[in-house]
């Protein structure tokens, strides 16, 4: 079975399936990038996934976090800085 979830926040709507992770805005993809273990993280923690928004002038992070604050962030305008770990 898929791990699969999806859910908006801000301005941008997010969907994640296995280890593809799809931001649009305004019927539009933003950024579209596979995470590998994405799919497993999804799988393990399901239903109990939180997304989050950060903003400054500079940067758009969006991410997606499990109830003990580990998952994942996504930096919009500079996707190679995305990373795991602790934050959410």
Known sequence: MKAIISGHVGEFDIFASDDVLTVSSAKE?????KVEGLGK???EHGGR???TL???PDLT????WEPDGFGYALNLEDPELSEWGYGG
């Open 41 to 43: 993280f999804l799988a």
């Open 29 to 33: 993809i933003v950024r579209q990038r």
């Open 54 to 56: 950060g903003q400054t």
């Open 61 to 64: 992070i969006l991410g997606l």
């Open 49 to 51: 996934v939180r997304l």
